[in-house]
């Protein structure tokens, strides 16, 4: 029986995983694997625990308030909360140097997806332009991903950019103002297409409308930002529970995956991985090898190797994101109704405007988030704190926030690099990033663009609060490894095998070849399935 070692247990690594056991492969997955808490008072919706938790001050904002962003903060409107911050946790010795990009890496167990809201993008032929690839090879893998997930949405105007999912269940029902928006696109959807060239729809959302493999469905307690106690939110350490079901799937945690021994033969022969808890090195023999780590943390073992292998320090250009701007918004039919916090509180409204080429599709979703500890357009009100709240409660339920996503291409100026510090030691990480010199004139089209659909639904968007977030900030890191049809040095085949080490594969981000204007994760984990359907042959199980 043949072995493969996954280095990742994020939502690529996982679906990977599961596609291989599948087969009758062997899987070893090595992990760092750090654990959060397990869910707290699960019995209780968002109101009840902030009513008889004994402690709701410390769960909901930390002991240094950090689960709260006061007003001025720059760049966010919504802060992560306290129990969640070990997803963002660095394994002491990890250092990265960054210029032009925040970057964000995860060494948790089920990795950043852990911290997602659930938006379940898949690519269309336009969107895959310039893949050697397109939507008729991940459309199957799409279909086995969203029955294995549980994936809510409907045949509606989206299906213009999003092709419908097959094994959709129905939407969890929206709040008020949700609904409100909905009914007045529709009255308007003609001369909005028309005039802004722009669609409307419920989003296709990872959130169980009915019970399914042992989750509970969605019961709109309001602790989706918290993390659902019912698992009725999908996040990829479900999945991994199901793989240890597997007797042939082994899982090595507190384990940094660092660099692979090649051989002569140009075919990695064994991972080396640190013991984070005693600082040992250990040595993983496989047939085949998959990086599933994330597009840096990928990218950074895969220039570790080549400067072990080949005594090389290279650049991998092409480094990809998403530029995401924030944009308060207010709806003043909705003002002084009822706020009911028992609703799913992520985005159930999206929309998508069509540009100018196919491939410059512009993306929304659409929140108005209930349980938020601070809402946007309280940081910057010119009144005291009681006199906020008082604002608040009267227009509580008419708040809302469009996260606007734009694509991104590869470019030369853009890369990750490694600096070595030691011949037995790992590198650190070099990362650059320029915005593209239209970047500024993109944004304002498409804020300018967005607020005009928002005036004909009836809303006001408040002057100077939309909001820039700096590059690296969406985590849709792609494009440092991306699919050729030619064999090219640095880069990957069509099944993401690596036409530099022959029995390694890359099953995230990296393999991207441009980055549309939508969220990767639904893709990375139908990509993943694929690359272990089309490249992993079926083993027979002793």
Request: hydrophobic share 40%; aromatic share 8%; proline share 5%.
């Amino acid at each position: 029986m043949k072995r493969v070692v996954v280095v990742g247990s994020g939502a690529s690594g996982v679906h990977f995983a599961l596609n291989a056991l599948e087969r009758g492969w062997a899987v070893t997955m090595v992990d760092v694997g750090k654990k959060g808490a397990p869910a707290v008072e699960p019995e209780l919706d968002f109101d009840s625990m902030k009513a008889e938790m004994k402690d709701p001050l410390d769960y909901f904002l930390g002991e240094d308030f950090s689960g709260a962003l006061l007003p001025n903060s720059e760049g966010e409107y919504y802060g992560i909360p306290p129990h969640k911050q070990y997803i963002f946790e660095v394994p002491a010795g990890e250092s990265i140097d960054t210029r032009g990009f925040e970057a964000l890496r995860s060494y948790a167990l089920g990795g950043l997806a852990e911290a997602w809201t659930g938006g379940a993008y898949p690519l269309n032929d336009d969107d895959m332009a310039g893949f050697p690839i397109g939507y008729k090879d991940l459309e199957p893998h799409y279909s086995a991903v969203a029955k294995e997930i549980g994936l809510t949405g409907v045949d509606d105007d989206m299906a213009r950019f999003f092709p419908v999912q097959d094994h959709l269940m129905e939407p969890v029902a929206m709040d008020e103002h949700g609904e409100y928006l909905k009914l007045r696109y529709e009255e308007k959807r003609a001369r909005i297409w028309s005039l802004d060239r722009a669609v409307m729809g419920r989003s296709l959302v990872a959130v169980l409308s009915r019970d399914q493999d042992g989750r509970e469905a969605c019961n709109k307690s309001g602790r989706c930002l918290w993390g659902c106690p019912r698992k009725a939110l999908y996040t990829p350490s479900i999945t991994l529970e199901k793989l240890k079901t597997f007797e042939r799937f082994t899982y090595l945690d507190g384990r940094l995956g660092e660099w692979l021994e090649v051989k002569d033969n140009g075919e990695a022969e064994a991972l080396m991985v640190r013991c984070l808890g005693n600082g040992t090195r250990e040595r993983i023999e496989a047939d085949r090898f998959v990086l599933a780590a994330g597009t840096l943390s990928s990218s950074r073992l895969f220039l570790d190797t080549w400067r072990r292998w080949k005594q090389e320090v290279v650049k991998l250009e092409g480094l990809m994101d998403n530029r995401q701007i924030l944009m308060p918004f207010l709806t003043p039919a909705m003002i002084g109704k009822r706020c009911d916090t028992h609703n799913y509180q992520y985005h159930q409204l999206m929309m998508a405007l069509e540009g100018e080429a196919p491939d410059e599709m512009v993306h929304c979703q659409i929140t108005t988030l209930k349980s938020a500890q601070l809402h946007a357009i309280l940081q910057n009100a010119p009144v005291d704190l009681r006199g906020a709240l008082s604002i608040f409660r009267v227009i509580r339920t008419a708040l809302g926030l469009v996260n606007i996503n734009l694509r991104d291409k590869p470019r030369k100026t853009n890369y990750v690099t490694i600096e070595p510090r030691g011949a037995d030691e790992t590198s650190k990480l070099v990362v650059r990033y320029e915005p593209d010199v239209r970047d500024s004139m993109r944004i304002k089209k498409a804020c300018r663009r967005v607020k005009r659909v928002l005036r004909r639904l009836g809303c006001v968007v408040p002057p100077g609060m939309t909001r820039i977030r700096p590059m690296g900030a969406s985590v849709h890191y792609a494009g440092t490894l991306p699919m050729t049809e030619e064999p090219t040095l640095f880069k990957v085949g069509k099944d993401c095998r690596s036409y530099d080490i022959g029995n390694l594969y890359f099953a995230d981000g990296s393999t991207f070849c441009n980055l549309p204007a939508k969220n990767l994760t639904y893709t990375l984990m139908a990509n993943a399935r694929r690359i272990a359907s089309e490249s992993f042959e079926e083993q027979v199980i002793d």
